[in-house]
């Protein structure tokens, strides 16, 4: 499920920054050492899972959105970035785990971010944001107890 928030983000900035997407770089898996600025890489931090009413379970995934700017001394850009971020990261599109009619799970929903802000550090941008989804997970085939009959007689 986190892949797929997290192609959710990428594919948010990239939408969102329209005609100027193809200048900067994403990574999903990490940073190397020698990686290319600009560039957007969004790391989820302590994803919780909680259940909520039978098959139904709330996720919980914070992410910091971590923007390498080519100049690390324009602080310019850096605020434009956080402040662009703030706005494009409201609601992400996920492919989501719903149940569909014959059993499959299908589906894309809109995930609304809470709790966004965004801190400005030497050289990069750190945004800041919550999604939280409710979705209904497959039920574990688990097998069932059997049924137990007791007879009693008195004498």
Excluded: W
Aim: hydrophobic content about 35%.
């Amino acid at each position: 499920m986190l892949n797929k928030f997290i192609r959710g983000i990428i594919a948010k900035i990239y939408t969102e920054l329209g005609d100027k997407a193809n200048d900067y770089k994403y990574y999903e898996d990490g940073i190397n050492q020698n990686f290319q600025t600009p560039c957007f890489y969004p790391l989820p931090l302590d994803p919780q899972l909680t259940q909520r009413v039978g098959s139904r379970y709330e996720y919980s995934i914070p992410f910091v959105i971590h923007y390498f700017p080519e100049d690390p001394k324009n602080s310019r850009d850096k605020y434009e970035i956080g402040d662009f971020l703030l706005r494009a990261l409201r609601t992400i599109a996920v492919t989501t785990e719903k149940l569909g009619a014959s059993g499959e799970y299908v589906g894309e929903q809109i995930v609304r971010g809470t709790d966004i802000y965004f801190t400005v550090e030497e050289d990069r941008v750190l945004c800041r944001v919550t999604y939280n989804l409710l979705t209904q997970l497959k039920p574990n085939s688990v097998d069932e107890m059997d049924t137990i009959s007791v007879a009693e007689n008195v004498n």
